[in-house]
């Protein structure tokens, strides 16, 4: 089963611990989640550390984590300093 998420919405600075909440929620049910990231205009080191952590923590679980759209230049700037950039795709 595949689940694709638009992070957008919930990838404020107060509540970006939603997108680790619903994800995880959802974890059982799925082997494949696709996250959206089309929407999130801005992101900063503690919403790009949660997404992190939320790859590592799903793949333990041996779950395919793919972010998609990630185009945006604050996004860009997190991907090109990590060795995750293979998760993060345009």
């Not at 689940?3 to 799925?30: C, H």
């Not at 919403?47 to 996004?75: D, G, W």
């Amino acid at each position: 089963m595949k689940i694709q998420i638009t992070a957008g919405d919930v990838m404020e600075p107060s509540n970006w611990k939603e997108l680790v909440s619903m994800v995880s929620s959802r974890a059982i049910d799925a082997k494949e989640f696709r996250i959206n990231m089309e929407k999130c205009k801005k992101i900063d080191l503690a919403q790009f550390n949660a997404l992190v952590m939320l790859y590592v923590k799903l793949r333990r679980q041996h779950r395919e984590v793919k972010y998609t759209n990630c185009s945006h230049p604050s996004i860009q700037k997190f991907i090109q300093k990590t060795q995750f950039d293979h998760v993060f795709s345009n």
